[in-house]
């Protein structure tokens, strides 16, 4: 049984840079594909970082690309989402989600839907 679960998240003050972590368990990291989203009210969810090909490599969206960065922990079946120079638009609930399909060498990106999520941590950024 596939779970997520997300931790880091609180209150931060624009500038600041916060570390999101999951913890994964019920498959192995390095045959999954991860990535973190994230939803506002009244907004789509949207992608972020993700690691979805199978030769590990990190990809990050072009609107958070210079602040956001996936990693993960393969024997520790965790990933994390590290945040920098967080500004008030980055207020939102940030979920780790997980999915059975890897991209070919080479390839990355984010999914538009993954099959898992978690249950998703607060991050609200404010003075």
């Known amino acids: 049984q596939v779970q997520l679960v997300e931790s880091g998240g609180g209150l931060v003050q624009p500038g600041d840079s916060l570390r999101l972590s999951c913890l994964a368990s019920?498959?192995?990291?390095?045959?999954?594909?991860v990535g973190w989203v994230r939803q506002t009210p009244g907004k789509d969810r949207e992608e972020l970082s993700c690691i979805t090909s199978r030769d590990g490599s990190a990809f990050s969206v072009d609107s958070v690309k210079d602040r956001f960065t996936i990693s993960r922990d393969v024997a520790k079946n965790m990933i994390y989402l590290q945040m920098n120079d967080l500004k008030p638009e980055d207020t939102a609930v940030y979920y780790c989600a997980a999915d059975t399909m890897l991209l070919p060498q080479g390839k990355n990106g984010c999914y538009t839907k993954f099959e898992y999520y978690g249950q998703g941590t607060r991050v609200t950024v404010s003075s």
């Open positions: 019920g498959f192995l990291l390095d045959q999954y594909a």
